[in-house]
Nanobody, 122 residues
């Protein structure tokens, strides 16, 4: 059974950067697509941030973060990353990583971490 643990969240000023990590255990992330999602305070829906497919040959990012956020995966460390640059106040949210055989919406991802909070504030 795959387990995922996110880390790297915290408080950052606008225009700052953070890198989130998602460490897998119990199975190799090489076999999975890894998606990043976020849930803003007071919202009941998880927004897709982006996803990287199992072969690491394709990543896609949501429109609100395109050009600012980058997803990558290090199979040797069994870890996926979300590099966030030029952060905006509206990026404040709990960020989750999730795994599935292919990139999909939140309702279709099989495995989830517990999330890490990112707060963008001046």
């Amino acid at each position: 059974q795959l387990q995922l643990v996110e880390s790297g969240g915290g408080v950052v000023q606008p225009e700052g950067s953070l890198r989130l990590s998602c460490v897998g255990s119990g199975s190799s992330l090489e076999n999975y697509a890894i998606g990043w999602f976020r849930q803003a305070p007071g919202k009941d829906r998880k927004e897709v941030v982006g996803c990287i497919n199992p072969k690491d040959t394709l990543t896609n990012a949501g429109n609100s973060v395109k050009g600012r956020f980058t997803i990558s995966k290090d199979n040797d460390k069994n870890t996926a990353f979300l590099q966030m640059d030029s952060l905006k106040i509206e990026d404040t949210a709990v960020y989750y990583c999730a795994a599935n055989a292919y990139c999909a919406g939140a309702n279709y991802m099989d495995y989830w971490g517990k999330g890490t909070l990112v707060t963008v504030s001046s």
